[in-house]
C-alpha cells in the first residue's frame, strides 16, 4: 500500500444527514438511529445553520432533563457551527477538530452541504497510516506487522466502539477488519488470546 500524505476530507467524507431546526429531538434521534449517523446537520433550505452530535443529545437533553417529543432541534443545535471544504487537508481537518473538541465536521462546497467527516472517518484510518508510516521510515517491514498482531486504540469496524485492545482480523492475510476483544469472540477465533 502506498503511504498517501496527501489525503484530503473528500477522501473520508461521509453523507450528511439532515433535518430542519423545527424537527423534533425525538424525530432528529431517530433519523440518526436509521441512517446509523453520529450526528445531523441542521438545514435551513440549502443554508446549514447548525449540527447536533450524539453528545448533545446527552449533555443538553438527557442532562436537562428535557422532553425529546416537544423540545425542537433548533433549542439544542450548536450554531453557528463550524465546517471545512473538501479540498481541506485530512490532517488540518483533523487537528481543527482536535483542538476546537467536535466530532464531526459538516462539508461545504459552493454554499452547498455535501457530506460529513467525523472522528469516525478518521479513527478507521488511523492503523493504516501508522502502518504504512512505520514501513516507509523502516522501523520494521510490512512482514513484521503480518507476523506479530498488534493491540491498537480506535473504533471498532463491527459495533463503532472505542477500544483500546483492536486487533487486524483474517487469519490468512491479517487484511480483515480492526475489532474489539467483544467482537473478535463473537465472530473469530482469535490465535493470540
Known amino acids: ?28 434521534a431517530n433519523l440518526m438511529n436509521a441512517k446509523e449517523a453520529r450526528g445531523v446537520v441542521i438545514v435551513d433550505g440549502s443554508a446549514t445553520i447548525g ?6 443529545f446527552v449533555e443538553k437533553l438527557a442532562a436537562a432533563g428535557r422532553n425529546s ?4 432541534v433548533g433549542e439544542l443545535m450548536t450554531s453557528p457551527v463550524i465546517t471545512t471544504v473538501p479540498e481541506e487537508m485530512l490532517a488540518s481537518a483533523g487537528k481543527k477538530m482536535s483542538k476546537l473538541k467536535i466530532r464531526c465536521l459538516p462539508v461545504i462546497a459552493h454554499g452547498e452541504l455535501v457530506g460529513l467527516v467525523s472522528e469516525s472517518d478518521l479513527a478507521k ?14 522501523i520494521c517491514s510490512k512482514a513484521d506487522f503480518e507476523r ?3 493491540s491498537l486504540a480506535g473504533y471498532c469496524e463491527n459495533c463503532e466502539n472505542y477500544s483500546y485492545d483492536l486487533r487486524q482480523t483474517g487469519a490468512v492475510s491479517g487484511r480483515g477488519p480492526l475489532l474489539c476483544a467483544e467482537c473478535r ?8 488470546d
Open 185 to 192: 469472540d463473537l465472530f473469530v477465533k482469535d490465535p493470540i
Open 148 to 150: 506479530e498482531p498488534v
Open 125 to 138: 484510518l488511523s492503523p493504516l497510516l501508522i502502518e504504512n508510516a512505520a514501513e516507509r521510515s523502516g
Open 69 to 72: 417529543e416537544t423540545t425542537l
Open 1 to 28: 500500500m502506498v503511504f498517501e500524505a496527501n489525503l484530503r476530507v473528500a477522501d473520508v467524507m461521509g453523507e450528511a444527514v439532515t433535518c430542519a431546526q423545527d424537527s423534533t429531538l425525538r424525530e432528529a
Open 51 to 56: 449540527i447536533l452530535t450524539e453528545t448533545d
